[in-house]
């Protein structure tokens, strides 16, 4: 087995406020193996994009981490100084920001920017970086004459390709991106994610891609992460986290997406809305919207178990059932 590209530990982030402090992200642990996508999904306010800030170490006030160790490669990231973070940054991990076609310097062609970016982290001149750039384009279907294009005279879906391109000038290993096909139609959201299976292939980095949409997720991820208000409440291989959740919060995602093949069915959403960070309740944070909770849910705050080879989740019907399973209680 090799080692992990990304190893998080008890990783905890709090926003700090004067009406108290909201965990966003507690106690996440998990890992992103050499040439793996890691698909972590969840409703909005879940802690996905906090997670990913964090990994980057982008995060301003009042975010705070207050817990926990981010390893890559074996060194701790929240302990690099800010010499070890410039380098680590763009040169081994990249960031697609959610509606990250919006990011472009609207002002400046993306020629500039792409320019920019090689510049600021390669010794090279400018000739050669403008080589590269127009190298870059041609990997994700641009024209290189497009270099002069300033944003607004480009597609969505040409300005999303420009920003994936942004991303890969420096050949990271890690690429995060936050839910970077939101503001396309499928059409343009297939295209691009068929252009970076082929460019992963290509390349061989590692994809941490975060989504609300499950069955997206499904599609193009090897392993899912499921959270829940800042738990991490289930992980394990893509297709049997679609196919066959265990926790009631993943099967209700799941649940609330309709199939393309096979009879109508009528969909279910998730009833109630997410759980207040700054008032959590006793026990399980699902438990007022779950319609599987039993007594022990309003006293025991569920921990993730290992449920099969490989796969974890955390919720206390599961916990009393490997209890039982190996020979625990009587």
């Known amino acids: 087995m090799s080692q992990p590209l990304l190893e998080i530990n008890n990783l905890c982030v709090d926003y700090v406020s004067p009406n108290g402090v909201a965990r966003a992200v507690n106690n996440v642990s998990l890992e992103i193996m050499p040439g793996e996508t890691l698909g972590i999904a969840g ?12 990994i980057a170490r982008l995060h301003k006030a009042p975010a705070l981490i207050s817990e926990g160790e981010i390893l890559y490669k074996g060194t701790d990231i929240l302990k690099m100084n800010d010499r070890a973070l410039r380098k680590f940054r763009w040169n081994e991990t990249s960031l697609v920001f959610q509606s990250a076609m919006n990011s472009l310097n609207p002002v400046i062609t993306i020629g500039e920017q ?17 080589e590269k750039a127009v190298e870059l384009l041609g990997i994700v279907g641009i024209h290189g004459d497009r270099l002069k294009s300033f944003p607004h005279q480009l597609s969505g879906g040409m300005r999303q390709r420009v920003v994936i391109a942004i991303a890969l000038a420096l050949e990271p290993k890690l690429i995060i991106m936050d839910e970077p096909t939101t503001a396309l139609d499928v059409v343009v959201e297939r295209e691009i994610l068929n252009e970076l299976y082929d460019l992963k292939t290509k390349f061989g980095f590692s994809i941490l891609f975060i989504s609300h949409d499950l069955s997206l997720m499904g599609e193009i991820a090897d392993r899912i ?14 297709e049997k986290v679609f196919n066959d959740p265990v926790h009631p919060y993943s099967k209700g995602l799941v649940a609330s997406f309709p199939s393309i093949h096979g009879p109508k069915e009528r969909l279910y959403g998730i009833p ?7 008032n959590l309740p006793q026990g399980c944070n699902f438990q007022d919207r779950c319609n599987d909770c039993v007594a022990a849910c309003k006293q025991v705050d569920p921990q993730l178990i290992e449920v099969s080879q490989d796969y974890h989740a955390a919720c206390n019907l599961l916990t009393a059932s490997h209890t039982i399973a190996h020979g625990e209680v009587r």
Not at 43 to 54: M, P, Q, R, Y
Not at 114 to 127: E, F, G, M, S, W
Request: charged fraction near 15%; proline fraction near 4%.
């Open 272 to 278: 109630g809305n997410p759980v207040n960070l700054l």
């Open 225 to 238: 992460g499921v959270m829940y208000a800042g738990n991490l409440i289930e992980i394990g291989e893509a």
């Open 114 to 130: 792409l320019i920019d970016v090689i510049i600021a982290h390669k010794n090279v001149p400018y000739t050669q970086a403008r």
């Open 43 to 54: 409703e909005s306010g879940c802690g996905k994009s906090t997670l990913a800030f964090a």
